[in-house]
């Protein structure tokens, strides 16, 4: 079983950066979208940004024009890079990761935390 973990989280000061990235256990073949999600306390979990294979990406709404995502290989398949980072970015982010056989693989979360 592929496990994704991911890496890059802390703590940061409301305006810094940082830059997840996930690893997968072994290489993932057949990707086809990928994402990254968070949950804060007492909410739901929400999707942060998505990128299929072409290229397309998607942002959330609150993210837009801070954060980029980007793909990269069947190993270490997607990164999440976050600029100006504001309070209400704290959460555990995950990453997620769907197959052509409509296979969701999930990591286990990082914590961020934006506050001074």
């Known amino acids: 079983q592929v496990q994704l973990v991911e890496s890059g989280g802390g703590l940061v000061q409301p305006g810094g950066s940082l830059r997840l990235s996930c690893a997968a256990s072994?290489?993932?073949?057949?990707?086809?979208?990928m994402g990254w999600y968070r949950q804060a306390p007492g909410k739901q979990r929400e999707l942060v940004a998505s990128?299929?294979?072409?290229?397309?990406?998607n942002y959330a709404d609150s993210v837009k024009g801070r954060f980029t995502i980007s793909g990269d290989n069947a190993k270490n398949p997607v990164h999440l890079q976050m600029n100006s980072l504001k309070p209400e970015d704290t959460a555990v982010y995950y990453c997620?990761?769907?197959?052509?056989?409509?296979?969701?693989?999930w990591g286990q979360g990082t914590q961020v935390t934006v506050s001074s």
């Open positions: 072994r290489s993932i073949f057949g990707i086809v979208a």
């Open positions: 997620h990761v769907r197959t052509s056989t409509g296979y969701d693989y």
């Open positions: 990128i299929i294979i072409g290229g397309t990406t």
